[in-house]
């Protein structure tokens, strides 16, 4: 079986004259070079594709494979995430990870929220800011919190992301407008404990393997997992594993999210407990980064005795399952995976099927 990989890679971005925050959210070479040395371990022939624009090429031209891992997050628009997955639907090849319906709501964090909503699980109120004129229309209690409504790897992201009154929400929303070219999502501020939770496989098959509780130190930026917290993760963030009831509260929601969003595969949940004491979605990363020693899902699949090998099984077993091709030879996955607490935050964000049904 050949199983072709897509990607976007940083450094070529950045050679083409991309900014580091343009690029924040794209992958290492040694990303790519650990999916493909697994996947070959698992016996699978493996070809590299690229970026959508090398797919459409090779597409046309007539290339096959029988799968496509897809870990592409594209450079431009709403869709830019869905577009890889579009292409392989046109062609008919099957990929791993969500579908573009999917992929182009949960970018969008207002779109998702709203699902989210729709499917009565916690997440905070919210307002949606185009324009400057919207500002003026916004009508939640202070503190509030302002992203852009389309970025990850906390782009957009700092200190002052949390508002206090009308000035700061004018402020920071006129700056995140003309920065970001996008709307700004206005939502109540959660004060309380963080939590990324971690999920293997599609509908009722998922489970929340884990909840990594985010600890900013002393010296970090305060009150937000921000871009620079982020980037500065090995300095400035502790990890724990937690097993507390608020993080299995946490798990829960997250798996109920992700089915009810109709994420595949593997990504992670993002969460933040609220003033009373409950933990509220804030977003779904259905392309979580999956660099073996620095993402957040490869280290939770580390601590909770997941190897890099059985992670990268389990996404291609429940791809294929969607395709009714199952694999009996794939090797039996090693536990032996040694984890490294050193990382480097690469991962994107990212939208949904309506109300899906498992
Ligand atoms: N409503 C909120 N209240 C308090 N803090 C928030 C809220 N929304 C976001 N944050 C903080 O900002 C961080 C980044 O937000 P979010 O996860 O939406 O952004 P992101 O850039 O897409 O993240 P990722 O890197 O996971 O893709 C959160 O981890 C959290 O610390
Ligand atoms: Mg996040």
Redo the contacts with the bound molecule.
Sequence with gaps: MKIGITYDLRIEYLALGYSEEETAEFDRPDTIQAIENTLKELGFKTERIGHVRSLAKQLVKGKKWDLVFNIAEGIKGFGREAQVPSLLDAYDIPYTFSDPLVLAVTLH?GMTKSIIRDLNLPT?DFAVVNTEDDIKKVNLPYPL?A?PVA?????G?DSS??INNRSELITVCGILLERYKQPVLI?????GR?F?VGIIGTGGDAVAIGALE?VLKEIAQK????YVN?EQCEELVEYRLVEDSMAEKAKEIALLAWRGLGCRDAG?V?L?VDSSGIPNF??V?PLAGIHPEHSDLPIMCSLVGISYRELIQRIVESALKRINIHVPSLLPASRLHKVSRKRK?T????ATQMVLQF
């Design positions: 964090k905070p919190f992203k970025e990850g790897t906390g782009k992201i992301s949390k939502e109540t501020f959660l004060p963080e990324t985010i009150d937000v997992y921000s982020k992670r993002d933040r804030m977003e990363n935050y991962e994107s964000v990212p």
